[in-house]
């Protein structure tokens, strides 16, 4: 002991600075740690093994089908997604551009199919076909979106609609798990500083007996990786409230937080994800959209033929019986291809009407603990071990700094 405190009082800026750069090692590495998790988004050096790419954006498939995996089969589904919408409140909503729209896909296709018929029928004519059409129209909204929310899931692959969109924008998907860990990553980078002192102040005794060129690179390796594997393991772990040594209390981190991951990730998901804009997009130009231009098609067919009574026998006379069916076809093809944008105007209520976030969060609060975890979990899971890995070596290569650093002090 008289030793040490000899060597000790002749090199005290030596041995106090063993904790300090451990300190420093254990941030550092959890910084680094974090920021290869989600960057960069693509791949950058050589492939296949020369160069890095984030963990999440490098398996952003499967992250976007675990992740929507637990949202579609345990917080929503697509029925409860469309099934909200009152058929006659969309129809009201979109009135005004449908009326504009079918007036405009009328004319058009009449000139397409049989050029100067459309202007060569008695004005009156004309008029009372566009009329009858555009009383109709509202109404043919209205079944068509009652037809299609009988059986939603022909239609409609809510799955499909969110792992597209995440991997497709994979700084979206990182900002998921980044805005839903937002703390746990905060106390991983802090924890570092803490669990690294500790360590170092061990660090101080063993260079004090041995006085070796190893304790430092060592004890940096083990700070780097001990300090990693401990900080991952305290945001999940325990998954219920421990009391230890009777002094203080802990839980899984993100367990502990949940109303707040919650709020947040209900928050996020319905305002970039699950929102009107991509529902529309995904049921008119998704994978089953054929599905649906089937039942526009049927219901366009049927308007104009019950609307077009007055004048039907003039039409089929003019053009045939066979271009008056190409024309009818061509006009559900119209009304398809209008529908995006007549459906935008929908948005707001469509909004209102789905209540995603609210539906998210209150569902979450019923998940397990197991479900609630598996939210954030595959973002640490995958490839965890390089992570710890990177951390060990950064630590042990600032240990080897820290060896020339103190045989400079110590001359």
């Not at 960069?40 to 020369?50: D, S, T």
């Not at 003039?314 to 076809?329: E, F, W």
Request: hydrophobic residues 50%; neutral net charge; contains cysteine.
């Amino acid at each position: 002991m008289r030793a040490f405190l000899e060597d000790f009082q002749a090199h005290w800026y030596v041995y106090l600075s063993m904790p300090v750069m451990a300190a420093v090692i254990g941030y550092i590495t959890k910084l680094v740690a974090i920021k290869m998790m989600f960057e960069p988004l693509e791949f950058v050096g050589r492939k296949p093994f020369f160069g890095w790419q984030g963990i999440v954006p490098r398996r952003a498939a499967r992250m976007a089908s675990i992740a929507c995996d637990t949202m579609t089969d345990k917080l929503i589904s697509a029925a409860e997604v469309v099934g909200r919408l009152d058929p006659q409140r969309v129809a009201k909503e979109i009135e005004k551009p449908l009326l504009d729209a079918v007036e405009e896909i009328t004319r058009d296709v009449a000139a397409e199919y049989q050029p100067g018929l459309w202007e060569s029928m008695p004005d009156a004519a004309r008029r009372l076909l566009i009329r009858r059409i555009q009383a109709e129209s509202p109404k043919m909204v209205a079944a068509i979106m009652e037809t299609l929310q009988q059986d939603i899931d022909q239609v409609f692959d809510l799955k499909s609609m969110v792992v597209t969109n995440l991997v497709k924008d994979k700084a979206l998907l990182n900002r998921i798990f980044r805005e839903a860990g937002r703390k746990e990553f905060q106390f991983i980078a802090r924890s570092g500083i803490f669990f690294g002192f500790g360590i170092g102040l061990i660090q101080m005794f063993a260079w004090a007996a041995l006085h070796s060129a190893w304790v430092m690179p060592l004890f940096g390796l083990m700070t780097g990786w001990f300090t990693d594997w401990l900080a991952l393991k305290m945001i999940f772990n325990p998954k219920e409230p421990v009391r230890y040594l009777g002094l203080f209390e802990w839980q899984g981190l993100f367990l502990k937080r949940r109303k707040e991951v919650a709020a947040d990730y209900g928050d996020l998901i319905a305002r970039e994800i699950i929102t009107p804009h991509n529902v529309i997009e995904a049921v008119l130009k998704g994978p089953l959209a054929d599905r649906v231009f089937a039942v526009v098609h049927r219901q366009v067919q049927d308007v104009i033929d019950r609307q077009s009574g007055l004048v039907r026998p003039l039409v089929v006379l003019a053009v045939g019986s066979r271009k008056y069916q190409a024309m009818k076809h061509r006009i559900a093809e119209k009304v398809m291809d209008r529908l995006p944008e007549t459906m935008s105007y929908i948005e707001d209520y469509a909004g209102e009407a789905m209540d995603i976030r609210n539906t998210l969060v209150t569902k979450m609060q019923e998940l397990t603990t197991e479900e609630f975890e598996a939210l954030i979990r595959p973002a640490f899971e995958q490839d965890e071990w390089i992570l710890i890995t990177v951390g060990a070596v950064l630590g042990f290569a600032v240990g080897e700094l820290q060896v020339l650093m103190v045989e400079n002090f110590a001359r």
